[in-house]
């Protein structure tokens, strides 16, 4: 069991861009002591390379699974003719399908040991949403969900299964804040949108706080007991390692032990690390490395990353966990710097990949983690004899049948 997460900041080889306040209005950053717990805060901001993992969240990670299995997928092989190895690191045996609780179960902690009664998020396809849902559960925490409303009409199990766990769920936009209200009852939502309806609406009431699934530095730090654990895992020294990005949690979960080492001179010096992302929402791909707001309403700090812009409405696709318009600020400067490749796919390309994993290796990918798999399939057939791919399947698709039924 992982004892510590890892914070890549502290080998990043240039300081990451603070977040700034835009030229006029109130200041934003002010509001984050508002907004979020303040040990998250600190991990935000942490210099340190090492964070200690608190006993009740180890305790959590025991209880709900962790570690998590990483397999050969000896039956794929097989099925595409390489010679390459394929491994893969296998989050969908939490009990909410996906890596996301990682953070949520350490998220709810630090708002429960700080005296917060209720936690609010927004969640697309739902798996952040459920993972909170759960997470808040397990704390004592009353949970409120603002789902894009394109996946609250869709992914209709996700939605039951978070009420089930004792959360409120609004489809966003909603009604219930002024950033939701201002759009029309038929708009299929965003995450940028939601996020801007789960932050007002955390702001109204002292007790509240906000719990982002993406995109904040201390919530890929948390993320990152799955490549520690990987790392401890693989036989094999990897030679390219993938991962789907929608924020860039998973991606730097399984990805940012390895970076970090490879930045140190310590390991992986030659690893390829390919980030796999939807074509309707290419920021690595096609976005610009600049300045913006992470919500639409522009209620929080604008942070330097590689945007489509905060106004960018992403079509209602199958991997809606893939929709956000931004990356994380550390995912946006290694691929600036070029340590990162980015690939986008489409989504027919991506369940037709989901559907061969399915038959080859008995497990249904969920549409997100479909990426990686898609990457992995093109990678494996340029990849030389005997190299060594790595993904992280970070979730099934068991309550995205809408998807592959479609």
């Not at 992914?155 to 609004?170: I, N």
């Not at 699934?213 to 919530?219: A, D, P, Q, R, Y």
């Not at 690595?284 to 639409?296: A, C, E, K, M, Q």
């Not at 990356?327 to 369940?351: C, F, H, M, N, T």
Request: charged content about 20%; glycine content about 10%; hydrophobic content about 40%.
């Amino acid at each position: 069991m992982v004892n510590r997460w890892y914070n890549i900041a502290a080998d990043l080889p240039y300081p990451l861009p603070p977040p700034r306040d835009p030229d006029e209005g109130e200041s934003r950053i002010a509001l984050l002591s508002r907004i979020f717990p303040q040990a998250l805060l600190d991990q935000e901001f942490t210099a340190e390379r090492w964070v200690t993992i608190p006993e009740p969240v180890r305790g959590a990670y025991a209880k709900m699974g962790r570690p998590t299995p990483l397999m050969r997928a000896e039956a794929l092989e097989r099925l595409l003719g390489t010679k390459a190895h394929i491994y893969y690191k296998y989050e969908g045996v939490l009990p909410v399908g996906s890596h996301k609780l990682n953070t949520a179960l350490a998220q709810a902690y630090y708002a429960s040991i700080e005296g917060a009664v209720e936690v609010v998020t927004e969640t697309g396809a739902g798996q952040w949403g459920l993972a909170v849902s759960l997470a808040s559960a397990l704390f004592g925490l009353k949970a409120t969900v603002f789902m894009t409303r394109s996946s609250y009409l869709s992914k209709v199990q996700r939605r039951v299964l978070m009420e089930v766990y004792g959360a409120t769920v609004h489809p966003s936009p909603s009604g219930v804040t002024e950033a939701g209200k201002a759009y029309g009852g038929d708009h299929p939502g965003s995450l940028g949108i939601a996020i801007s309806e789960a932050v007002e609406y955390a702001l109204s009431h002292e007790g509240r706080r906000y719990l982002p699934g993406s995109v904040m530095e201390f919530v890929l730090m948390h993320q990152t007991v799955i490549g520690l654990e990987a790392m401890g895992q693989l036989p094999e020294g990897p030679d390219i390692l993938v991962a789907c990005v929608g924020g860039g949690s998973n991606f730097g979960g399984f990805t940012y032990p390895f970076i970090g080492a490879m930045l140190r001179g310590e390991d992986y010096l030659k690893v390829r690390f390919v980030a796999a992302e939807s074509a309707a929402a290419p920021k690595l791909s096609g976005g610009r490395y600049d300045y913006d707001f992470p919500d639409t309403a522009g209620i929080l700090p604008m942070i330097k990353m590689y945007t489509l812009g905060r106004g960018h409405v992403t079509p209602p696709i199958h991997a809606a966990g893939l929709r956000y318009h931004g990356a994380a600020p550390s995912l946006s400067l290694l691929r600036k710097i070029g340590v990162v490749e980015a690939r986008s796919y489409g989504q027919d390309e991506v369940l037709s990949a989901a559907r061969l994993f399915a038959r080859a290796e008995g497990i249904v990918p969920a549409p997100e983690s479909a990426h990686a798999v898609k990457a992995v399939i093109d990678i494996a057939g340029e990849a030389p004899e005997g190299a060594v791919i790595a993904f992280n399947l970070s979730g099934h698709g068991l309550l995205d049948t809408d998807a592959y039924a479609r």
